[in-house]
């Protein structure tokens, strides 16, 4: 039972009657609702109870006389209507995700089920459940979602479609990915007015909303393109009849559109709860990449079931790979430009017998979420190799990439830390470098983690700076010692002037903070001069050494002596 029911009247003695049975058929509801509502005809609040002070701010009492939709943000009401008129044809509703405002002003997420009663004066009865996921909708959720349907954008759709969906299926329950494709929706918002496309637009989510699971898992994946996770067994046919017969109804010109889907079973052989909520999650990043390409539901019907099938088969060649380290470590040194002496060495994995390429593998691992996996693996392996180096004499200091979403799992961080703990005479011999491929969300929380690291020795270097949007962002919320200036500004400085300004101004702000710069893709002896001009103090290259599996062929750029120490602030 939860804390916030302790607000529900004081106890007194059984009753018999019908009063007595009321109060008992509610204690019951109570067992699996936070709130119970009822309404009449117009919606209006005739019974309350529940948590409703602690969830609403507002004691039940208060509540009895007021509009239902006065507790849901302005965006979420034209759904709960729709609900309530679907109730009233006799259709019960169950589980559909809406949010309720807050005391706090932020609103949070509930599932609402319920009935419509005509026996009992054309009443509504509602049960309102708080759902798993307790965060206050903030703006960060609103901007997850288009603005003109109140869908999930993709990257939202895609990350809590895989978490309800893995949960579904978990529970022996099917689930079903349809991609609609609402042909001429474009074409028929330029024949309306703006107050006309709002209400287009708007009715449109809501109707892909109520008919998701839960109420809340459908998405806009690009223009024209909706996709919705649904149960197994709903009518898609009469989806596509109520679609279309909304374009028609607002249509002036009577054209209407052409609404036609493609759908995938997610329960079936061969998926797992977790390996279909990965193949769901880069189904839908790739119809994102494929959706400009002459993409129709014609090729997407035929494929899409081969697309998931392909994707759950190369997660598992994924998993054996990991599972089996059937991978190489390739070392590249990075040299210091003054000295021309090997300062560290970059850790890269190289795959056998596959055409993949290592940034392809790391690329899908990073979409279907398993990334951690690959990176505490590549660095077992990286930090086993440096054992036996150590072991023979031979001491070497090597950098390990890891994804920002690794670092944004706390599984992962713990596996790393209590890994690095039981390896203790690892000392500085290992670095890490934290790569864009993917866009960390939590700024905060990922530093905290970088300064854990660094408090235990372990330098960490910012990878492919100024290659992502977020780069400065990037540099500004995370505190490192060594930032690797992405290869496209160094390719490029010798022939253009503007780029050379770009370099000189990045290592001049790395140079300010304290912090070393490496330079990427050195490929001419006529870099070096001009990277050493701009201030920069590393360099990594095929002047010095494409990638080996044999780290001794560097022998002879080494510096003797102890694991090199990195000098901040670059070259002056």
């Known amino acids: 039972m939860s804390e916030a029911h302790t607000t529900r009247p004081e106890r007194r003695a059984p009753t018999t009657g019908v009063r007595g049975e009321r109060d008992r058929f509610v204690a019951f509801a109570f067992c699996s609702a936070d709130i119970l509502l009822e309404l009449d005809s117009r919606h209006v609040i005739t019974y309350a109870g529940g948590a409703t002070v602690a969830l609403t701010g507002r004691p039940a009492g208060g509540l009895v006389g007021t509009s239902v939709y006065d507790l849901l943000p302005p965006r979420e009401q034209p759904l709960l209507r729709r609900l309530l008129e679907r109730a009233a044809t006799g259709a019960r509703q169950e589980g559909v995700g809406l949010h309720v405002l807050g005391s706090s002003g932020h609103s949070f997420p509930l599932a609402v089920g319920g009935y419509y009663l005509p026996d009992l004066g054309g009443h509504y009865f509602l049960a309102l459940r708080m759902q798993e996921n307790r965060t206050p909708a903030t703006a960060l959720e609103a901007a997850a979602r288009d603005l003109e349907t109140g869908l ?184 210091d430009l003054e000295s021309r002496r090997v300062h560290h060495f970059e850790a890269l994995m190289r795959l056998r017998d596959t055409e993949l390429s290592p940034f392809q593998f790391v690329s899908f691992a990073e979409q279907v979420g398993m990334v951690c996996d690959f990176d505490i693996a590549m660095c077992r392996r990286v930090i086993a190799w440096l054992e036996q180096a150590h072991k023979v004499g031979q001491d070497y200091v090597v950098a390990v990439n890891l994804s920002g979403r690794s670092l944004a799992s706390l599984e992962f961080v713990a596996d790393l830390l209590n890994l690095l703990k039981n390896n203790d005479w690892i000392g500085n011999r290992l670095m890490f470098e934290l790569t864009e491929s993917a866009n960390i969300a939590d700024l905060n929380q990922t530093n905290a983690i970088i300064q854990r690291l660094r408090k235990s020795g372990f330098r960490v270097c910012l990878d492919d700076f100024g290659a992502g949007e977020s780069a400065f962002h990037y540099l500004r919320a995370l505190d490192v010692d060594m930032v690797k200036i992405d290869g496209s500004y160094v390719r490029h400085a010798l022939a253009e002037t503007k780029d050379r300004h770009f370099l000189k101004s990045i290592a001049n702000l790395c140079h300010d903070l304290k912090i070393a710069t490496i330079a990427e893709m050195i490929e001419q002896e006529k870099t070096i001069k001009l990277l050493q001009s701009c201030g920069v103090r590393y360099g990594q290259g095929y002047l010095f050494g494409r990638p080996s599996l044999d780290i001794t062929s560097f022998d002879a750029r080494r510096s003797a002596g102890p694991p090199a120490q990195v000098a901040l602030g670059g070259q002056r």
């Not at 797992?272 to 390409?293: L, T, Y």
């Open 152 to 335: 999930l954008g993709s990257a939202a759709f895609s990350d809590t479609g895989a978490a309800r969906l893995r949960e579904a299926l978990s529970r022996g329950e099917q689930a079903t990915f349809t991609v609609l494709d609402l042909n001429g929706l474009t074409d028929l918002r330029d024949r309306l007015n703006a107050e006309s496309q709002r209400e287009l637009m708007s009715t449109l989510g809501q109707v892909l909303r109520e008919s998701s699971l839960g109420g809340d898992l459908a998405g806009a994946l690009g223009a024209d393109y909706y996709g919705l996770l649904h149960q197994s067994g709903f009518d898609v046919k009469e989806l596509e009849t109520r679609i279309d017969g909304l374009a028609l109804s607002v249509d002036p010109e009577h054209q209407g559109i052409e609404v036609s889907a493609a759908a995938v079973e997610m329960g079936a052989s061969g998926f797992d709860g977790v390996d279909a909520a990965r193949a769901f999650v880069h189904a839908v990043k790739n119809f994102e990449k494929c959706e400009g390409d002459n993409l129709s539901i014609e090729n997407m019907t035929k494929g899409l079931s081969q697309q998931m099938e392909d994707t759950v088969r190369r997660i598992g060649n994924t998993r054996s790979v990991i599972t089996a380290r059937a991978f190489d470590v390739a070392f590249q040194p990075i040299i």
